[in-house]
């Protein structure tokens, strides 16, 4: 007899109605999250779940795979076609794992790479000195120039000088367009790879309108589960350019993954990521990636009306990053409070800030999320309107950025203040009201 998860398990499966509940209730802004298809979720619940198929199609260590290769196939031909690129690897677990797996295959130990530093919008993994990349390797970092874009002079210029062996571009807090052909250039005057981590932007190249960087890197790494509205996972991508300037790419991509980082790949997770390279490569996901971004534009027009100061002065893509130094707030009392508010996002840096990353001074939202529940234009005036009013709630709460004890102590107050405060949840109960006009799948 199938027992259900119900029965089996009353704690979790209540946990999860719960979770469901929480996403329909409030607007999901976290720039890196989205609402995946019931398709997707229904693959990764499947019985590929039990597989293990360590290895690669046609090449397992374990018997009984001649499924989970086609899976794998699919996957992979289906991310070739849509990309329009020559090698497709699906197995990392993730967008971390992949950027690991491209580090192995194309750096020895020490030599050097050279990202967006963290403070201004890179991704850990592009070599701080915390994780694993920046342990391994020697990592230099370019920052961003004024007005907080990039400054492909200086990037350039700084290349030259640095003389790394893998140049990577793409970001995790960057509003802006990014110039792939000119990053092309500079790794080609270099003589080093370009590697463009696109896990933000992916939905936004597939429905063309971001451009895409694969005429220009060598390698494409990207998460599946952010614009591209797939599961948790990732890709990693080798271009025709990357294949010219090493044939052995892929075979050394492979082997960075196993033996080199991982054990099995997740069959489920892989059937999942091919459910949702289909669902990306039709007319109505190309409409989605237009709406993300005309969205994100028509809030960031609506937040700017409200005294807010938007980093780079607004968005080409599905982010915002709002600096609140402005308003005498602190980014991470912001985030609670909007969160109270039934507005959930992240705190984030901002170029320059001079609070550490647990008390940054910005916060990062996003649309990608909002626009899969079928919010327009005309609806970014209100949730503008939101942020104003929540956020008024907490004006004049910042934090001193050179004194830990009195930061701990009026952040306690702040926080203590806020459950207090009787506005936020109304506005809540609005936010709410409002979501039910837009329901999940
Ligand atoms: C640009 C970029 N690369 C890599 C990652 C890491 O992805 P994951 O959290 O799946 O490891 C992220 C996640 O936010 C990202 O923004």
Redesign the pocket.
Known sequence: MIQSLKHTDPQIFSLIKAEAKRQKNVLEMIA?ENYTSHAVMEALGSVLTNKYSEGFPGKRYYQGNSIADEVEMLAQERAKHLFGVPYVNVQPL??????SAVYFAVLKNGEKMMGLSLAMGG?I??GHKLGLSGRLFTSVHYELGKDALLDYDAIEKQVMQEKPQLLIC???AYPREIDFKRFGEIADKAGCYLMA?V??ITGLIVAGVHPSPVPYAHIV?T?T??TLRGP?G?MILVTEKGLQKDPELPKKLETAIIPGLQGGPHDNQTAAIAVSLKEAATASFKKYGKQIVANAQALAAELQKQGFELVSGGTDNHLILLDLRNKKVNGRVAAIALEAAGIVLNYNGVPGDEMPPLFASGIRLGTPAITTRGLKEKDMKKIAEWYRLAVKEVEGMDLPSDDKVKRSTLFKEYKAAMLKNKKLPAIAKEVKAFCKKFPIE
């Open positions: 890196s993730s967008g971390a794992p992949a950027n991704h993994t592009h793409g970001y995790t981590d896990s933000h790494t998460t589960h952010k948790r990732a």
